[in-house]
């Protein structure tokens, strides 16, 4: 790893009381608090000529010498893993994700993602993203199952994206819901931001945040659940989990918003419609329902 020009600093008396890995945040703003307590835990930082812990206490006066490490450069690795084309031209790739995949690296996953697949079946894609998301215009959570698109090339990434960000790419998701939802249809428009006490979640119950708009059709009533079919005009994070959470209907199997535990969450990104660069006519791509949802399904009392 390459070693960056060091740093030393004093510390002013204006910063007494300060934790030592929060002065460093301080001075190194552009660098995650946990890669400045990396460097903190490999010796790169000494105070008064010694090692210590992110959770000193700086009483000031203390000399701080900072030898920041340059991060390793980062690539998706090929990986021999299988995986389902729906639909491929010379700009875009269609996948059906399995539910439990990770998209791309990220906390906890560096290996076995969609990304590592992706870079061993085909030999070209997109680098607008960066080298660690190859091809990925857009995403799924981990639990969710269904249609993702692929870019093969920067210009087919950039007109994706200004598909989805026009809101002219057509996104329709199955979703099993907890309770008997009363409307036949309905429209959902309430923002959505980050939960402030759980922070591994989003929620559209604070008046405030991004918006959002989430439509549904029931397509099925059974005991106890509701059958939806949703299309969604924005793509916001954990959207359609957060919106239905919010109306009491939870997605089943949903446990971070609120629904009984199950094998996984009922979502399922079944269409999709775009137009893609390398074709004349607008494309629309179906994810068939898995068949762990199908047998789910076919457990329930129909009424």
């Known amino acids: 790893m390459a070693v960056v020009v060091p740093f030393t600093f004093d510390v002013l008396s204006d910063d007494a009381g300060k934790r030592l890995d929060h002065y460093l945040q301080a001075h190194f703003a552009e660098h995650s608090r946990s890669r400045l307590q990396s460097w903190i835990r490999g010796g790169q930082v000494l105070v008064n000529g010694a090692e210590a812990r992110a959770s000193l206490v700086l009483r000031g006066g203390e000399r701080v010498d900072v030898s920041p490490v340059a991060p390793p450069p980062l690539a998706a690795t090929a990986e021999d893993l299988p995986i389902e084309v729906l639909y491929q031209d010379a ?55 269904g249609v993702l698109l692929v870019a093969r090339n920067d210009a087919a990434h950039r007109a994706l994206a200004e598909q989805f960000a026009g809101r002219t790419v ?114 629309t791509v179906e994810a068939p329902l898995p068949e762990d949802l199908e047998r789910w399904l076919g457990e329930l009392t129909i009424i």
């Open 91 to 145: 700009a875009v790739i269609a996948i059906n994700k399995p539910a439990g995949l990770v998209v791309h690296a990220g906390a906890g996953a560096h290996s076995g993602t969609l990304v590592n697949r992706l870079v061993h079946h085909f030999q070209s894609l997109s680098n607008v993203g960066g080298e660690l998301r190859p091809g990925i215009v857009h995403r799924l959570d981990r639990g969710t199952s």
């Open 170 to 283: 057509e996104k329709t998701y199955l979703a099993l819901v907890e309770g008997r939802v009363p409307a036949e249809s309905g429209r959902i428009t309430t923002p959505i931001a980050r939960d402030p006490v759980r922070r591994i979640r989003m929620t559209a119950r604070l008046g405030q945040g991004r918006s959002a708009i989430t439509e549904y059709r029931v397509r099925a009533r059974f005991h106890g659940f509701t059958y939806l079919e949703i299309r969604i005009g924005t793509g916001r994070t954990h959207q359609i989990r957060a919106h239905l959470s919010s109306i009491g209907h939870a997605v089943a199997g949903d446990r971070l918003y609120g629904a009984k535990a199950g094998e996984r969450i009922f979502l399922h990104a079944w269409r999709i419609g775009f137009q893609s660069p390398a074709a004349s006519a607008r494309v």
